[in-house]
């Protein structure tokens, strides 16, 4: 009896409220003939005449009775019109809808992300170690979802629909273990759990493009005419190639198959801090301020302070920090140029190493330091310094260059020879670095390596001498300051051999009247160039060493020199003293000029520098360094002359590649800004031609950008100009774009859209737990329909019947209606 009353409860439940079982759909129908408006009117006409009936009631019933009787009376009539209905309960079976399982197995699921508290990672890898697991990398994460608590996710998915399991990378396929139908098309019904369990073990993430967006459209469009509830896809959204999730969303709406996106890894890329591109002198003197240029780049630091410092590896320092500097860590993937100078005490060949703080959870610590090897040398240059007569400059120049020692202190530094036109016969018996003549055979000449040129009569110097000093910086690479003066430098040299070495034009160039009172002091100060200016560097810092500047004191003559020449470089201005244009004078300027370089003083008063006790060492530091700057090339002779690079060795289709030619010997650097030619060669033989143009800070560096590569491999060398070895080369590839170590952090933002577009959800590692509650029912396909059942006869609207007839007839009597 019970059991055959919860039959017939559960019969009228599911009528009224139809319940919602896999395979399974339940519907109404009746028998009645007439059309539904004729209910209606039925239904009017007899709520109309039992109110009128009750309305018209003689006794002494109030309304409310009156109400409730008519209430009675009115259910009476529609229990009896819902069973002249004939309503039936019609029982169908149905086959479920399919729901899309894809999981992404491109290369990128392999990443690991760094979680910031261990609590949580420790948990993860705990529920891993249940499942069999090990590695927390995305991949297993998403096994971790589909298999922990005995595959309970995929149980849940099973009693619910067909699922067909995808993997999804460069093309969408049918997991390995899914049984297909035909031409490979994965067959109706499901795998049972266990399969479904071994089949998404068995995944391995190893396919070099992520075409998600194109995946996904396909087996959309292979869903056609099947009931599809969903596409539940396990990824972390990066698309490498072609259209992204968030592209195919709109598509998967108009199909009505929304999209539930649980997203893998972190939105983050992986924490790093990176050292790139340092650059160093492969050879400089003992003393001199040795300059380390590099790029600091981190992701996942933003705002952190760090430390970069400078070590030497080996050496009598070995191992300890030679200079340091605190940085604040910019915005993810924003680098910034730094320096740390050293100045070596001693002679020999090291290697130094930068290299910045390893933060916790820095994904690849091994990028964090760059090192470089240095040859110092500790030798004895010969310099030439030629003046017309023996002004100030002169005498404490002479001075301060005679007492620079090597450092073991055991001879000169720098061996002076002097030449004073102006002196006498005798004076050269007399001053031991006294040359009576300036000399006048070329190779002579050519065994200095920097010439100091004062104020010099041109009268005194034959034309082929002066052809001699030009060769002396064009062939030779020598190096050669000019001091300008009141009585002939360098305007008596306009149309000379030697006008061509001046790094201004010379046609406007004009001195201070000779009667002028010279009383308006002039500050020295350098431009921005000084950091690629190891003269100027008086200190270890830019900053120490601008202060030092704005310290020495001023100068009071110089001529003006508005017009530079082209390729000149203006390395310290007068700021109080500017051109027409009102741009400031230069006091200090370089120009390279053949193989050497030329340094112009438009003053002849440095020797106020050395005339104070606070700075006289920085008027020797000064010309110390100059001269050494000079002389570079003679610590490059024996050793390899250019060198070619790449930025990176490996780039994505698309992506620019920078090249950078780098002199050692500036002497070997072509004189034209343009004159560096490298060709490319890619592995199928096609060869292209690059131009690299040269660095506005550096006589040796030159620069220049390929683009639009094919995919390949290829070979780059310097085609010009000519070396007298082989020259130099460089290998790198490109590959097709983006590549799947591009993008490392997952792309949230686009899975948040396609969820959006297609009125699905998106779910993350957190919230995963949340993803039952949110699975669609899907439309259902009847393949069987049961028996239908009436309901019309139902004993329980009998019983009703009679209970309400009942309670009408027993209030009529107790109000004395009856």
């Known amino acids: 009896m019970m059991a055959l009353f919860r039959d017939i409860w559960k019969d009228i439940g599911d009528f009224f409220v139809p319940s919602v079982e896999p395979g399974f759909e339940v519907t109404r129908s009746h028998t009645w003939p007439w059309a539904p408006s004729v209910t209606v009117l039925l239904l009017v006409g007899s709520a109309a005449l039992v109110i009128f009936l009750y309305a018209r009631e003689r006794g002494s019933a109030g309304r409310a009775v009156k109400f409730l009787l008519a209430t009675f009376r009115l259910g009476l009539i529609g229990l009896l019109l819902f069973m002249m209905y004939g309503w039936l309960l019609n029982r169908h079976r149905t086959d479920l809808p399919d729901l899309l399982l894809m999981i992404d197995d491109s290369q990128s699921m392999t990443l690991e992300d760094v979680y910031e508290d261990p609590a949580r990672r420790d948990g993860l890898l705990r529920r891993l170690a249940r499942v069999g697991l090990e590695d927390l990398n995305r991949l297993n994460l998403a096994k971790l979802l589909l298999l922990e608590d005995d595959a309970r996710l995929l149980r849940t998915l099973q009693s619910r629909y067909h699922v067909k399991l995808y993997q999804l990378g460069g093309t969408a396929r049918p997991a390995a273990a899914s049984p297909s139908g035909p031409r490979g098309e994965p067959a109706l019904d499901s795998l049972p759990v266990d399969d479904l369990a071994s089949a998404v073990a068995a995944i391995e993430a190893d396919e070099t493009s992520s075409r998600l967006g194109r995946g996904l459209r396909e087996v959309l469009e292979s869903q056609r005419g099947r009931p599809t509830a969903a596409a539940l896809v396990l990824t972390d959204g990066v698309t490498t190639e072609g259209q992204t999730l968030g592209d195919v969303a709109e598509y998967a709406r108009r199909t009505g198959v929304p999209l539930l996106l649980v997203g893998l890894g972190s939105e983050h890329p992986p924490r790093d801090l990176r050292i790139s591109d340092l650059l160093v002198d492969q050879a400089v003197f003992v003393g001199d301020l040795l300059n380390f240029d590099f790029r600091l780049s981190g992701s996942g630091y933003e705002g952190r302070q760090v430390n970069v410092r400078l070590k030497e590896i080996d050496g009598p320092d070995n191992n300890q920090v030679l200079a340091e500097q605190s940085v604040r860590v910019g915005r993810d993937g924003e680098s910034q140029s730094l320096r740390l100078s050293h100045r070596p005490e001693v002679e020999g060949e090291f290697e130094y190493a930068v290299e910045v703080d390893i933060l916790e959870g820095d994904s690849n610590p091994e990028n964090n330091r760059?090192?470089?090897?240095?040859?110092?040398?500790?030798?004895?240059?010969?310099?030439?310094?030629?003046?017309?007569?023996?002004?100030?400059?002169?005498?404490?120049?002479?001075?301060?260059?005679?007492?620079?020692?090597?450092?073991?202190?055991?001879?000169?530094?720098?061996?002076?020879?002097?030449?004073?036109?102006?002196?006498?016969?005798?004076?050269?018996?007399?001053?031991?670095?006294?040359?009576?003549?300036?000399?006048?055979?070329?190779?002579?000449?050519?065994?200095?390596?920097?010439?100091?040129?004062?104020?010099?009569?041109?009268?005194?110097?034959?034309?082929?001498?002066?052809?001699?000093?030009?060769?002396?910086?064009?062939?030779?690479?020598?190096?050669?300051?000019?001091?300008?003066?009141?009585?002939?430098?360098?305007?008596?040299?306009?149309?000379?051999?030697?006008?061509?070495?001046?790094?201004?034009?010379?046609?406007?160039?004009?001195?201070?009247?000779?009667?002028?009172?010279?009383?308006?002091?002039?500050?020295?100060?350098?431009?921005?160039?000084?950091?690629?200016?190891?003269?100027?560097?008086?200190?270890?810092?830019?900053?120490?060493?601008?202060?030092?500047?704005?310290?020495?004191?001023?100068?009071?003559?110089?001529?003006?020199?508005?017009?530079?020449?082209?390729?000149?470089?203006?390395?310290?201005?007068?700021?109080?003293?500017?051109?027409?244009?009102?741009?400031?004078?230069?006091?200090?300027?370089?120009?390279?000029?053949?193989?050497?370089?030329?340094?112009?003083?438009?003053?002849?008063?440095?020797?106020?520098?050395?005339?104070?006790?606070?700075?006289?060492?920085?008027?020797?530091?000064?010309?110390?360094?100059?001269?050494?700057?000079?002389?570079?090339?003679?610590?490059?002779?024996?050793?390899?002359?250019?060198?070619?690079?790449?930025?990176?060795?490996?780039?994505?289709?698309?992506?620019?590649?920078?090249?950078?030619?780098?002199?050692?010997?500036?002497?070997?650097?072509?004189?034209?800004?343009?004159?560096?030619?490298?060709?490319?060669?890619?592995?199928?033989?096609?060869?292209?031609?690059?131009?690299?143009?040269?660095?506005?800070?550096?006589?040796?560096?030159?620069?220049?950008?390929?683009?639009?590569?094919?995919?390949?491999?290829?070979?780059?060398?310097?085609?010009?100009?000519?070396?007298?070895?082989?020259?130099?080369?460089?290998?790198?590839?490109?590959?097709?774009?983006?590549?799947?170590?591009?993008?490392?952090?997952?792309?949230?933002?686009?899975?948040?859209?396609?969820?959006?577009?297609?009125?699905?959800?998106?779910?993350?590692?957190?919230?995963?737990?949340?993803?039952?509650?949110?699975?669609?029912?899907?439309?259902?396909?009847?393949?069987?329909?049961?028996?239908?059942?009436?309901?019309?006869?139902?004993?329980?609207?009998?019983?009703?019947?009679?209970?309400?007839?009942?309670?009408?007839?027993?209030?009529?009597?107790?109000?004395?209606?009856?």
């Open 370 to 818: 760059q090192t470089r090897r240095v040859n110092v040398r500790d030798e004895t240059l010969r310099v030439l310094y030629v003046q017309d007569y023996p002004n100030y400059d002169f005498r404490f120049l002479k001075s301060a260059l005679g007492r620079v020692l090597t450092r073991d202190g055991q001879q000169q530094a720098i061996q002076l020879t002097t030449v004073l036109q102006e002196a006498d016969l005798e004076y050269a018996a007399i001053d031991a670095t006294a040359e009576r003549v300036f000399p006048v055979s070329r190779d002579e000449l050519f065994e200095y390596d920097v010439l100091i040129f004062g104020d010099v009569d041109p009268s005194l110097l034959s034309r082929s001498v002066q052809e001699n000093i030009a060769a002396f910086v064009e062939q030779r690479g020598g190096g050669m300051v000019v001091l300008a003066g009141p009585r002939h430098t360098p305007l008596a040299y306009r149309d000379t051999p030697l006008a061509r070495l001046m790094p201004i034009d010379l046609e406007t160039v004009s001195m201070p009247p000779a009667d002028a009172l010279l009383q308006q002091p002039i500050r020295v100060q350098p431009t921005r160039l000084i950091s690629a200016s190891p003269p100027l560097q008086l200190e270890q810092t830019i900053a120490d060493s601008m202060r030092i500047w704005r310290e020495l004191p001023p100068i009071y003559w110089m001529l003006d020199a508005p017009d530079l020449r082209p390729g000149a470089r203006v390395l310290a201005v007068a700021p109080t003293r500017t051109s027409v244009s009102g741009e400031e004078l230069p006091v200090i300027a370089m120009q390279f000029v053949g193989a050497g370089k030329v340094v112009l003083h438009t003053t002849d008063e440095s020797y106020r520098w050395a005339r104070h006790p606070q700075t006289e060492r920085y008027h020797a530091q000064y010309w110390t360094q100059l001269i050494r700057y000079l002389s570079r090339s003679k610590l490059l002779e024996g050793t390899r002359a250019v060198e070619l690079a790449t930025d990176r060795v490996e780039y994505r289709r698309g992506e620019t590649v920078r090249l950078r030619a780098r002199f050692f010997d500036d002497r070997l650097a072509p004189e034209a800004d343009d004159g560096v030619r490298v060709m490319l060669e890619h592995d199928s033989g096609t060869r292209r031609q690059i131009t690299l143009r040269r660095d506005a800070a550096s006589r040796g560096i030159f620069e220049g950008l390929a683009s639009n590569l094919a995919e390949g491999a290829y070979r780059a060398w310097v085609a010009a100009p000519t070396l007298p070895d082989t020259p130099p080369s460089q290998r790198f590839t490109v590959v097709a774009p983006p590549g799947e170590f591009a993008r490392l952090q997952m792309d949230a933002a686009d899975m948040q859209l396609a969820a959006e577009v297609s009125q699905g959800r998106f779910f993350t590692m957190e919230d995963a737990d949340e993803l039952t509650k949110h699975l669609p029912r899907g439309r259902q396909v009847r393949i069987d329909s049961l028996p239908p059942e009436p309901i019309w006869n139902s004993p329980l609207w009998a019983l009703l019947f009679v209970v309400l007839i009942t309670s009408e007839w027993l209030l009529r009597k107790r109000v004395g209606l009856v």
